[in-house]
């Protein structure tokens, strides 16, 4: 450090003679004086010496009201002297530096500034040679542009969709938060989540070529859905790559799409509607099956029935369609249409029955099901023969008897189901024989039975007892 001197240097260039130093001062001191941006020169104990107009323009300093001071007491914001005091030691021995940083007005004002510095030798003395440009505007568009990127930086990773940007090669400049996570969750291990690869060639089986025509520039958008199945789940996206143009030359973004509650959403509905319309073909057939079941019934109550009134045959056929009835309408109660279990059917079926009976209310009706499920088809002819057994039972068999009871229990054996109803009336009558059946009730109950594939076993000894075995 060389002693403070407040005499203001002369700039004679060293090795000069003296004519042509002067010269070359004269020169540089114009230049000094006249320059465009703010220049300052400051000694080695970091006081000013010189300042031009322009640095008081910059920074509201006269160069009389500079000169003397410390140049980091001047224009140094405090909390950064330590920044200051290093920039100053850099030059002062030596060391050319650039620096942008901050720096303070007469007015308190902080600007951004460009500083360029470098030593310099004048008279054989050390000096720091500093110039300033302000640079504030430059630094609010930057700082405007950083702002702009963060916010879009944002948006992109808050978007639930995995993304990725290429440039015109088809290698990653960036991705967003979901990618990122979705690489973690499924063990995906490029470095920096594959910034930097060809998404082209490294890609995945979904960088097909449409995605190489896009970043061609050959079309502009390209889509495709496609399966990712996982280890625990099935899933399903949709990829979408767009090219557009930036100053920096063309990019192709690239967005994937979890769509896996859609497309399951998709087969859901498929097959509700393929279901639909095999219901559809179901019922045709039902009804038609029906209609035909109820020409069989009038005709077979067309043939003579001794001690039979008209009245009589009318009323039993409306009681085998009315259970036909309430099995459809236990069907679409229950939403399913096609199957139906025992335990919900029989209650409602045998209420049905006894309610065309003034005599019901005297009889009990126990019913025991296990849970059997049958479908709709077999279900119409079995309901129509218990219809059969307690019609003929609350006809037949309780004259004289106290305490009348029908039972019916249903129970699961295997791949087999076996109802018995049953009642404790007087019997079957001699006439009639339960292996050999004549009368239309026991004919029907054989011919609906073998309609299904069932097996019907009565005993009239103790009671009429019916034991059907059908397959479940």
């Known amino acids: 450090m060389s002693q403070e001197s407040h005499d203001k240097p002369a700039f004679n260039l060293p090795g000069d003679t003296a004519g042509a130093g002067r010269a070359d001062g004269s020169l540089f001191e114009h230049l000094f004086r006249e320059s465009p941006v703010a220049v300052v020169m400051v000694d080695e104990t970091d006081r000013v010496r010189k300042s031009n107009a322009e ?74 040679f500093a110039i300033y440009q302000d640079i504030t505007a430059r630094k609010l568009a930057e700082r405007s542009r950083q702002r702009l990127e963060r916010f879009v930086r944002g948006v992109i990773d808050a978007l639930p969709d995995s993304i990725a940007v290429l440039d015109e090669s088809g290698t990653i400049l960036m991705v967003n938060e979901s990618w990122r996570q ?39 958008d390209y889509s495709l859905e496609y399966p990712c ?17 930036t100053e920096d030359g063309p990019r192709t973004v690239v967005l994937h799409t979890n769509i896996t509650e859609r497309t399951q959403a998709e087969q859901q509905i498929s097959k509700l509607l393929g ?30 029935q001794e001690g039979t009134s008209g009245s009589t045959i009318l009323q039993d056929a409306a009681s085998r369609v009315g259970t036909m009835m309430t099995l ?39 019913i025991r099901v296990d849970d059997v499920v049958l479908s709709a088809k077999a279900l119409s002819p079995l309901g129509i023969m218990i219809t059969e057994m307690i019609t003929n ?12 009871r029908i039972e019916i229990v249903v129970k699961t054996d295997g791949e087999l189901a076996t109802l018995t109803c049953a009642d404790n009336g007087v019997g079957l009558p001699d006439s009639v024989s339960a292996h050999a059946p004549e009368t239309f009730g026991l004919r029907l109950i054989h011919l609906l039975a073998d309609q299904i594939g069932a097996s019907v076993h009565a005993q009239g000894d103790r ?10």
């Open 182 to 220: 979705f690489a973690r969750d499924n063990g995906l291990t490029w470095p920096d989540y594959g910034v930097g690869r060809n998404y082209l060639t490294d890609g995945g089986p979904e960088a097909d070529p449409g995605i190489t025509r896009v970043v061609a520039g050959e079309q502009q």
């Open 393 to 404: 039972s609350m006809k037949h068999a309780f004259p004289g008897v106290g305490s009348p």
């Open 463 to 472: 009671g009429t007892s019916y034991t059907i075995t059908l397959p479940q």
């Open 275 to 304: 279901e639909k319309e095999l219901l559809l073909r179901e019922t045709h057939h039902r009804v038609k099956n029906n209609l035909g079941v109820i020409r069989s019934l009038l005709a077979l109550e067309g043939d003579p």
């Open 55 to 128: 640095f008081a323009r910059l920074f509201g300093y006269e160069p009389a009201e500079a000169e003397g001071r410390l140049v980091n007491d001047l224009i140094v914001p405090r909390e950064m002297s330590d920044d200051g005091s290093e920039l100053s030691r850099l030059v002062l021995t030596g060391t050319r530096a650039y620096r942008e940083t901050v720096r303070r007005r007469k007015d308190g004002q902080l600007i951004d500034v460009a500083i360029t510095g470098a030593p310099l030798l004048v008279d054989g003395r050390r000096y720091a």
């Open 229 to 245: 199945h996982s280890a625990s789940e099935q899933r399903w996206f949709l990829m979408r790559a767009s090219r557009f143009t």
């Open 328 to 366: 459809y309408d236990k069907l679409y109660q229950s939403g399913e249409y096609r199957d139906m279990s025992l335990r919900d059917y029989l209650p409602s079926l045998v209420t049905e029955i006894m309610r065309q009976f003034e005599s019901a209310s005297s009889v009990e009706t126990v």
